[in-house]
């Protein structure tokens, strides 16, 4: 299939104003600036009503985009300027002043453009479309401009890449350095508009924020290093403007800035998802890990203990069955749990299983004395540190120790070394 | 060179948030050597720190490093700020952090070059954090992040380094190397001023003391100055009394 220059600008204009928008707004997550993106989208609506009123008294072509997109900027500027002024009074906090600004500057623009609508011409046909972007409506040279914008602003973030990650890091210890840090904000908010509203036409002002925070945050859970942060947010914005743009190309009914928005969206998704570091999933699969050893250790410990209880010596402790009733009591589980355990442990051949009873197996007698042992020196350890009573430092014990740092373990367990005696009676009354 | 300006001069200086000065009429000259910061909680003392380095605004006062404008020595006055002042979730490793130190030393656009990035190096070697550079410092425990911020003011490689709290809620480990760095930047001649809240260990790591609650009660050597008088006229009524029985048992054991 070959696609129409026309069409084929436009796809290019949208992926580049995708990179350009995961670029700046990785800085603008980072720096805390994601709501002030927000608030400059909708703050530009009255500035192209006004502009378009301005074109349209001078009888210049309605269609023109570079006066409307100036006047965007214009509002969208005054906007922020109007966020910093009223939080910097002290009255309200810079959350409400976004909220005040952004709603009042967006009905302000809403009110202007019914009334335009009311009047004779042609100027205003166009204009609703700045609300959610209509990439299919855009020429080429429309589209062109979009793309230099956009291009210009990757261009400044690359070249000011340490003095923005400076001031994003830590903007006080940046300052007695020597940046100068406003300067470097007040670019960051110069790039925030460009890009706010080299992305009207073809994503709408409303959703112009999605493009600038949506790549970044999928970014950032897929990366530790801002260099490939940077990278991976432009691709996401590449990829989410293109889709975009060629769904709007195909049904020009659907409105560009909502597909590009949901491509994004369905991306930051999958990553949140599926990330192997930050991905709940992963996360996830991280705590049950963690949870299960925990148990296993416990487990291994309440049979062991309870063989102890039984009279067995230290030595021996390992060979005789314990009831898994017993083990269930002394954790306080419940049976049902305490035999999923077991059979679980019966799978991994820690535990050998049969009627009601569990025997340790050579390798279970060992981790369970690797885990009696740990126990009870933490135990020793914070009743000498000064733990009010036993039945605590035995509560206590059980948080830590498996979650002692390895050099630590190292040090309160030095390996071989005897048994301690637990300084609590084993059995059913212990908690 | 006998009257050498000294590393930290403030004159008359007053900083105030909003109706309540935090910091009122301070003179003070920083002696050379290791100088602690001491007073009470909500003395103005991280704010006198801040106020010096132009990060809160001062009401009136002058502030000279080395007898210069701080604009005029950047270069040799190091800092390193609170902990907590920063998100420690930011996508960085520990050398990446550390590299900041060195920005003014290079041109704005490219990679760091490699000269930076070995002292950078260096810096973590010093404070023991060699094996963790390529850690993203989110995954680094408190004091780890405490010396990642040590290690950073190192590798600015300045005269004079102001510290805001260094020891706050470390581990053993963190505190001796900090100690340890303490000790070797006064041995190379360098000068730090650190904001400091433990009363017992003063005698033992500062040379110096400036005894502050909102105006300066006491400053010179920690022999002279730190005395039990000076410090309960500082804290007032309001040094509890394990701080009180810690000192005494300090000054026992130092004099």
Known sequence: ?431 | MSAAPPPLSVRQLTVAYGERPAVWDVSWDAPPGLTAIVGPNGAGKSTLLKATLGLVPALSGEVRFFGRPLAEVRDRVGYLPQRASVDWDFPATALDVVAMARYPRMRWWGPIPRRHREAARDALAQVGLADLAGRQIGMLSGGQQQRVFLARALAQDADLVLMDEPFAAVDAATEEAIVQVLRDLAASGRHVVAVHHDLGTVPAYFGSVLLLNTRVFAAGPVARAFSAAAIAQTYGARLPVLEQALLSGAEGGGG
């Open chain 1, 1 to 431: 299939m070959l696609i129409p220059y026309n069409t084929l600008v436009v796809l290019l204009g949208c992926a580049l104003l995708g990179v350009a928008a995961g670029t700046v707004g990785t800085f603008a997550l980072l720096r805390g600036r994601a709501l002030v993106a927000d608030a400059i989208g909708h703050a530009a609506l009255p500035g192209v009503a006004l502009a378009a009123l301005v074109v349209g008294a001078v009888g210049a072509d309605p269609r023109s985009l570079p006066p409307l997109l100036a006047g965007a900027a214009l509002a969208g500027l005054l906007g922020v300027l109007a966020v910093q002024a009223l939080s910097r009074t002290g009255r309200i906090r810079e959350d409400a002043a976004i909220a005040v600004v952004l709603s009042a500057f967006y009905a302000a623009g809403v009110a202007l453009l019914s009334w335009l609508q009311t009047r004779p011409g042609a100027a205003q046909a166009g204009l609703s479309k700045f609300i959610l972007g209509q990439a299919a409506a855009m020429r080429a040279e429309d589209a062109i401009i979009a793309a230099a914008v956009a291009g210009a602003c990757l261009l400044v973030v690359l070249l000011a890449f340490q003095a923005l990650r400076a001031a994003s890091f830590d903007p006080d210890f940046a300052r007695v350095q020597g940046l100068a840090v406003g300067r470097v904000d007040l670019l960051l908010l110069g790039l925030l508009v460009v890009v706010c509203v080299a992305g009207l036409q073809a994503v709408g002002l409303i959703l112009v924020v999605a493009l600038l925070v949506l790549p970044a945050a999928t970014a950032r859970l897929l990366t530790h290093r801002l260099p490939r942060m940077l990278a991976i947010a432009a691709a996401v914005g590449a990829v989410a403007g293109a889709g975009g743009a060629m769904a709007s190309a195909w049904r020009p009914e659907v409105p560009t800035g909502a597909a590009v928005v949901l491509a994004a969206a369905a991306m930051f998704s999958l990553a949140l998802l599926f990330s192997p570091g930050r991905g709940l999933l992963a996360r996830g699969a991280i705590r049950l890990r963690r949870r299960l050893s925990a148990d296993t250790d416990h487990f291994l410990r309440a049979a062991w203990e309870a063989q102890e209880a039984a009279g067995a010596g230290p030595g021996t402790a390992g060979d005789r069955w314990a009831s898994i009733e017993s083990v269930a009591a002394t954790r306080g589980w419940t049976p049902g749990r305490a035999r999923r355990l077991a059979r679980w442990l019966a799978l991994r051949g820690l535990v050998a299983c049969a009627q009601g009873h569990v025997h340790l197996t050579p390798l279970g007698a060992t981790a369970a004395r690797r885990a009696v042992r740990a126990h009870r020196v933490v135990e020793h350890h914070l009743l000498a540190a000064g733990a009010a009573d036993i039945a605590s430092a035995d509560r206590l014990a059980d948080l830590v120790e498996h979650g002692l740092p390895a050099e630590m373990a190292a040090r309160l367990l030095p390996e071989p070394s005897a048994l301690p005696d637990s300084p609590h009676a084993l059995g059913k009354g212990t908690p």
